[in-house]
C-alpha cells in the first residue's frame, strides 16, 4: 500500500490497486446482498425471550469452530439486527468508497475508506460476540459459583468437559465430569497417573448426600440423574443450569 501510494499515476502499483479495488467492491456488494437476505430473513423475537431459547440445537456441530452460529433461527436472528446491518453496510461503503478514491488516483483516501470499514466491521462482531456470550460461554454461572465457594466445595460438569470449560478458567478451580470419558479429555484419561476426573452416576450420589456443597452444571433443566434428591437451582443462563445439593445460606 505504501508503494502504490509513492507511486505515479499509471503505474503498475496503481493498476494493481485499482484492480484490487475492482475486486472488494464486489466482495462487498455480495456480502451486503447477504446481509439484506439474513435481515429480510430475520424475525423480531418477542420481549424478555431469551437467545438460547430462540436456537435450534444442533450438538453434533459444536466441536466445529463456530458451530454454535449453526443453532441460528430466523426468531434468533432478529437479535443481530443491529450488527449485521452495521456489518453489510460497511463492507459495501468500505470497498465502493475505496474503489471510487483509487479510480480518482487517491490511494490514501482508498485505505482510510479500508481503515473505517474494518473499525466499523469489527465493532459489529465484537457486539455479536457479546449478544451471542451467554451460549458461548458458562462466565455467568461460573460468578455464581465463585460468590458462594468455601474451600471443599466441588464442581461437577454433567455432559462434555467442553461445553462447561470456561468454568475452570472463571472460577480457577478443579471441575469433574460426569459419566464416562469421552471427546477432548478422553486420550488423557487412559494415562495411569491422570488425576481423578470422572464421576458416574453412583458415584455422584454418594458426592451429593455428602457433607460438602457440591456444585453441578448441567444444559438440561431437569437433569435425570438428580431425580429423586434435594436440589436447588442457584443460577441459569445461556440454556445452562448450575444446580446445588445446598441452598443459600
Not at 480457577?172 to 470422572?198: C, E, I, K, R
Amino acid at each position: 500500500m505504501q508503494r502504490e501510494e509513492a507511486s505515479s499515476i499509471g503505474s503498475s502499483e496503481r493498476r494493481a490497486g485499482l484492480r484490487s479495488s475492482w475486486a472488494l467492491l464486489i466482495c462487498g456488494i455480495l456480502i451486503f446482498a447477504a446481509g439484506t437476505f439474513f435481515l429480510l430473513f430475520s424475525k423480531t423475537p418477542a420481549p424478555g425471550v431469551e437467545l438460547s431459547d430462540l436456537l435450534k440445537k444442533n450438538p453434533q456441530n459444536y466441536t466445529l469452530s463456530f458451530g454454535h452460529f449453526l443453532d441460528l433461527t430466523p426468531e434468533s436472528m432478529g437479535a443481530f439486527r443491529a450488527p449485521l446491518a452495521g456489518f453489510s453496510l460497511a463492507f459495501l461503503f468500505g470497498t465502493f468508497f475505496n474503489w471510487r478514491a483509487r479510480k480518482q488516483g487517491h490511494v490514501a483516501g482508498g485505505n482510510t475508506a479500508l481503515i473505517a470499514m474494518m473499525v466499523v466491521v469489527l465493532t459489529c462482531v465484537h457486539s455479536a460476540y457479546a449478544t451471542f456470550s451467554p451460549i458461548l460461554s458458562s462466565s455467568v454461572l461460573a460468578r455464581a459459583i465463585n460468590r458462594r465457594s468455601k474451600p471443599g466445595d466441588l464442581i461437577v460438569i454433567d455432559g462434555d468437559y467442553a461445553s462447561a470449560s470456561s468454568l475452570n478458567f472463571y472460577t480457577g478451580d478443579h471441575v469433574f465430569v460426569l459419566h464416562q470419558p469421552t471427546a477432548t479429555l478422553w486420550y488423557g484419561s487412559l494415562f495411569p497417573d491422570a488425576p481423578h476426573v470422572w464421576e458416574t452416576e453412583s458415584s455422584l450420589a454418594v458426592l451429593w448426600a455428602g457433607s460438602a456443597r457440591v456444585f453441578m452444571w448441567s444444559d438440561q433443566e431437569d437433569p435425570k440423574e438428580l431425580h429423586g434428591a434435594e436440589r436447588y437451582l442457584l443460577a441459569s443462563s445461556g440454556g445452562k443450569f448450575l444446580f446445588s445439593n445446598r441452598a443459600d445460606e
